[in-house]
C-alpha cells in the first residue's frame, strides 16, 4: 500500500513533510570525517648578535619607513603674475586690498607689498590662490629686496609651556610686539622706491590707495581686471 494515498487526482492525503517523515531518512547514520590538522612549527628564535654565531642582526624586527624618491619642487607661478603685478587679496586681514607683487619666496608664497604707506599693508607672504591679477604693472626700477627676507623672515617664535598658553588665552603677562628697527627700515626702503615709481602714473596711487569690493548685480565672470 502507498504510503500517500490519493483523496482526489493529484492530492494526497500526507502534505510532503509528513511523507518525509514516515520514510525516515532522518533516522541514518552519518559519518564526517575531521580534517587532519596541520604541525604549525614555531619560528627559530633570532639570537642576539655575538661573536660566536658570527651573524650580526637585531634580535627584533624593527620596521623601517618606506624610503620616498619624490622630490618636493617649488610652486610654479601662474603666467599672470610677474614682478610689478598688482594683486587683489581675497583673504585674510587686508582682503580686498590691493598691493604690488616682489618676488616669489623658495616655499611658493608671493611677497607683495601695499606699499604700507598708500593703503597700510606691509610685507606680507600670501598664496597665489588668494590673490586676483590684474593687468595693472608697477615700474621696479630700483627697487632691490634685501636676501635676508625670506620665509623665516616672517615666522613667529613659538610659546613653550602650559603656563604661557593659559597666559596668552586670558592675555595674562602679554606685550605688545613692537617691530624691530631693521624691519623698519627695510619696510620705508621698499616703499621709498615704489613709490618714486608709482608717483610717475596719473592716478595709480589713487587704484592702490582704493580697496576694492563687490557690488550688487556685479557679474564676477564678465569682469576685466
Not at 13 to 23: I, L, N, P, T
Not at 100 to 105: C, E, G, N, T, Y
Not at 112 to 127: K, W
Not at 190 to 200: E, F, R, T
Amino acid at each position: 500500500m502507498a504510503r500517500n494515498s490519493e483523496l482526489a487526482p493529484h492530492v494526497g492525503r500526507h502534505s510532503r513533510s509528513a511523507v518525509f517523515a514516515k520514510r525516515g531518512l532522518f533516522k541514518g547514520i552519518k559519518t564526517s570525517t575531521t580534517a587532519a590538522t596541520k604541525e604549525v612549527h614555531a619560528a627559530p628564535e633570532k639570537k642576539a648578535a655575538s661573536k660566536k654565531n658570527g651573524k650580526f642582526y637585531p634580535a627584533e624586527d624593527v620596521a623601517k619607513p618606506k624610503v620616498s624618491r619624490k622630490t618636493v619642487g617649488k610652486t610654479q607661478l601662474r603666467t599672470s603674475i610677474t614682478p610689478g603685478t598688482v594683486l587683489i587679496l581675497l583673504a585674510g586681514r587686508f582682503r580686498g586690498k590691493r598691493v604690488v607683487f616682489l618676488k616669489q619666496l623658495d616655499s611658493g608664497l608671493l611677497l607683495v607689498s601695499g606699499p604700507f604707506r598708500l593703503n597700510g599693508v606691509p610685507m606680507r607672504r600670501v598664496g597665489q590662490a588668494y590673490v586676483i591679477a590684474t593687468s595693472t604693472k608697477v615700474d621696479l626700477a630700483g627697487v632691490q629686496v634685501p636676501e635676508t627676507v625670506t620665509d623665516a623672515y616672517f615666522t613667529k617664535a613659538k610659546s613653550a609651556g602650559k603656563e604661557s598658553k593659559e597666559q596668552e588665552f586670558f592675555g595674562e603677562g602679554q606685550e605688545k610686539k613692537l617691530l624691530s628697527d631693521d624691519r623698519k627700515s627695510e619696510q620705508k626702503t621698499i616703499d621709498a622706491a615704489l613709490l618714486s615709481n608709482i608717483k610717475k602714473v596719473d592716478n595709480l596711487a589713487k587704484y592702490l590707495r582704493t580697496p576694492w569690493s563687490l557690488s550688487k548685480g556685479d557679474r564676477v565672470h564678465e569682469l576685466k581686471f
